[in-house]
Structures are given as C-alpha cells and as structure tokens.
C-alpha cells in the first residue's frame, strides 16, 4: 500500500510541477513579480514533494525487506 502511494505522490508532484513550469512562463511574459514568486514557490513544493514521495517508495522497499 505505501508503493501504491508512493507513486501516486509522485505522479501529484510531477503534474505540480508541470503546472509550475506553465506558471512561470506566464508570470514572465506578463512580467509579474508575485506571479513570479508564486510560481516560484509552487516549484518548490512540486520539487519537495517528489523528493518525499521518493523516500517513501525507498522506505517502504526497505521495510518489505526487513520483514522477511
């Protein structure tokens, strides 16, 4: 169940961060500052959330091995 999740998460991060490239490009041709940083931080977050739905799909690995 925790790899299951772990890859939902990723896919989540993945589009995040798909929408984060979109918002970026908008936010510099409008030359929007807060659209700017915005998009920044919605970066950001996709990054962090690929980075944590990766270490649950390492750490539920690692669980299935231990408890065999």
């Given amino acids: 169940m925790s ?3 772990g890859i939902f998460g990723l896919a ?3 589009a995040g961060a798909a929408g984060a490239v979109t918002s970026v490009r ?3 041709d409008k030359q929007d500052k ?3 940083a915005n998009a920044g931080a ?3 977050a996709a ?3 690929v ?3 990766l270490r649950s799909l390492r750490q539920g690995g690692l669980k ?3 408890t065999k």
């Fill in 51 to 53: 980075l944590l739905a």
């Fill in 42 to 44: 919605s970066a950001l």
């Fill in 3 to 5: 790899k299951v999740k």
């Fill in 34 to 36: 807060l659209l700017l």
């Fill in 26 to 28: 908008a936010a510099k």
């Fill in 64 to 66: 299935r091995e231990s």
């Fill in 12 to 14: 989540a991060s993945v």
């Fill in 47 to 49: 990054i962090t959330g």
